[in-house]
């Protein structure tokens, strides 16, 4: 079992190029999530979807866009990045009854210029 | 939303000593209590949870405990060892779970 899983690790971006965080799980959790992470703000909810065919919006929306292409994958992607989307973005999944204990994948380290 | 807050954001204990991470929460219908370590360079991971009906939750060195009608809830660590260095969340929530702002806790062998 893999787990969870993000791609790319790392990516650097310019001011207004666009990008795709790709996510996958397969522990069969029907629940997903991307959230980012800055320093001294914890983790904080862009969206998530809890179940296949539904997406919802998190705490901090604006300037991203988000897929649940299948049970497995859950896509993030940012049309026309700005430097403020500079962070760490995280994916998870969970169990949708057990939204408290999340499995998260590795990250992806975004810096835009 | 949830406000959420901890306290105290960094923490330096000495190896064996204990150490003590509060939460505080707005959301009265909260009901699920996680804490979460991040290691540095490293995902988050649940580590211990506790549920509303119960007041303190033990897992070898580490425990939780809840006073709902306050509306906070504690991470306790006894015995600390340098691989208990970390950041560490809570996360109250029900439905939609919010992360507070982190504790770096250092343990100094």
């Known amino acids: 079992n893999a787990g969870v899983t993000q791609t790319p690790k790392f990516q650097v971006l310019k001011t207004g190029q666009s990008m795709t965080l790709q996510c996958a799980q397969d522990?069969?959790?029907?629940?997903m999530y991307w959230y980012r992470q800055d320093p001294g703000m914890g983790l904080r909810l862009i969206y998530y979807?809890?179940?296949?065919?539904?997406?919802d919006k998190g705490e901090v929306p604006n300037g991203y866009n988000v897929s649940r292409l299948n049970k497995r994958e859950f896509s993030l992607r940012l049309e026309s990045a700005a430097p403020s989307q500079t962070s760490v973005y995280f994916c998870?999944?969970?169990?949708?009854?057990?939204?408290?204990?999340?499995?998260f994948g590795p990250g992806t380290r975004l810096t835009v210029t | 939303g949830e406000n959420v807050e901890q306290h105290p954001s960094t923490l330096s204990v000495q190896e064996g000593d204990s150490a003590v991470i509060k939460c505080t929460y707005s959301?009265?219908?909260?009901?699920?209590f996680p804490w979460y370590k991040q290691e540095l360079g490293k995902r988050p991971q649940l580590i211990i949870d506790?549920?509303?009906?119960?007041g303190e939750k033990k897992d070898q060195r580490i425990a939780v405990t809840l006073n709902k009608t306050a509306k906070h809830f504690s991470l306790h660590i006894t015995e600390t060892q340098p691989e208990d260095s970390a950041v560490y969340f809570c996360?109250?929530?029900?439905?939609?779970?919010?992360f507070g702002t982190g504790t770096s806790l250092t343990v100094i062998p």
């Open positions: 979807s809890a179940s296949e065919g539904t997406t």
């Open positions: 506790i549920r509303s009906n119960v």
């Open positions: 996360a109250p929530g029900g439905n939609q779970f919010y």
């Open positions: 998870a999944s969970s169990e949708r009854d057990r939204a408290y204990e999340q499995y």
């Open positions: 959301d009265s219908a909260s009901n699920y």
């Open positions: 522990m069969n959790h029907n629940s």
